[in-house]
């Protein structure tokens, strides 16, 4: 059973970047059948897609976020990261890491890790 | 950039059916996705490619696609089918979601 678990800091400081990872395990992050997401939730409110990338680094990134917002992967690791930099308490929100599976051309976000709150304050 | 509009609340009695709608434009010309999210939960894939349902999810959610809406209807709704409901559709390689309806069975 896949299963995707993010971590990182719980409060990050206004201006700073704002760094989580996201472990696979139970399948391979290599495989090419599949994309590798973020997508986030402020309290209360609705889900924000912040970006998306391949095994071999190809990413798409949310237009509202792309100047501050960095995906990467490590295949040695079986794991893909955010960063996203100058934060503001706008940036408060529960953080998901997610798998796209690809059907007929398009993508659906089939597996979705618990979810962290990442809380910006000083 | 692409939006998605969705009532920010929906109310059913047990037994009836629910219908949550997600408006945008030309969405007819793309596909709808629906995902179900409970309290505390991560969100779930109920409905694919407009009305197609993923393995496990019950023949009574359905939906449809035409115009400038999607709909998403939950026949015979059960108290278990309360939750928050998301619209989502793909625009430009970017993925976009309505700001959700939230499913009271009273």
């Known amino acids: 059973q896949l299963q995707l678990q993010e971590s990182g800091p719980g409060l990050v400081k206004p201006s700073e970047t704002l760094s989580l990872t996201c472990t696979v395990s139970?399948?391979?992050?290599?495989?090419?059948?599949?994309?590798w997401g973020w997508i986030r939730q402020p309290p209360g409110k609705g889900l924000e897609w912040i970006g998306s990338?391949?095994?071999?680094?190809?990413?798409y990134y949310n237009p509202s976020l792309k100047s501050r917002v960095t995906v990467s992967v490590d295949t040695s690791k079986n794991q893909f990261s955010l960063k996203l930099s100058s934060v503001t308490a706008a940036d408060t929100a529960v953080y998901y890491c997610?798998?796209?599976?690809?059907?007929?051309?398009?993508?659906?976000?089939?597996?979705w890790g618990q979810g962290t709150l990442v809380t910006v304050s000083s | 950039s692409y939006e998605l509009t969705q009532a920010p609340s929906v109310s059913v009695s047990p037994g009836q059916t629910a219908t949550i709608t997600c408006s945008g434009d030309?969405?007819?010309?793309?596909y709808a996705w629906w995902y179900q999210q409970k309290p505390g939960q991560s969100p779930v894939l109920v409905i694919?490619?407009?009305?197609k349902r993923p393995s496990g999810i019950p023949e009574r959610i359905s939906g449809s696609n035409s115009g400038n809406t999607a709909t998403l209807t939950i026949s015979g709704t059960q108290a278990m089918d309360e939750a928050d409901y998301y619209c989502?559709?793909?625009?430009?390689?970017?993925?976009?979601f309505g700001g959700g309806t939230k499913l009271t069975v009273l």
């Open positions: 997610a798998r796209l599976s690809e059907t007929s051309g398009w993508y659906y976000f089939d597996y």
């Open positions: 030309k969405l007819g010309n793309k």
């Open positions: 139970g399948g391979s992050i290599s495989s090419s059948s599949y994309y």
């Open positions: 990338i391949y095994y071999i680094g190809g990413t």
């Open positions: 989502q559709a793909w625009d430009s390689s970017t993925a976009v």
């Open positions: 694919y490619e407009d009305s």
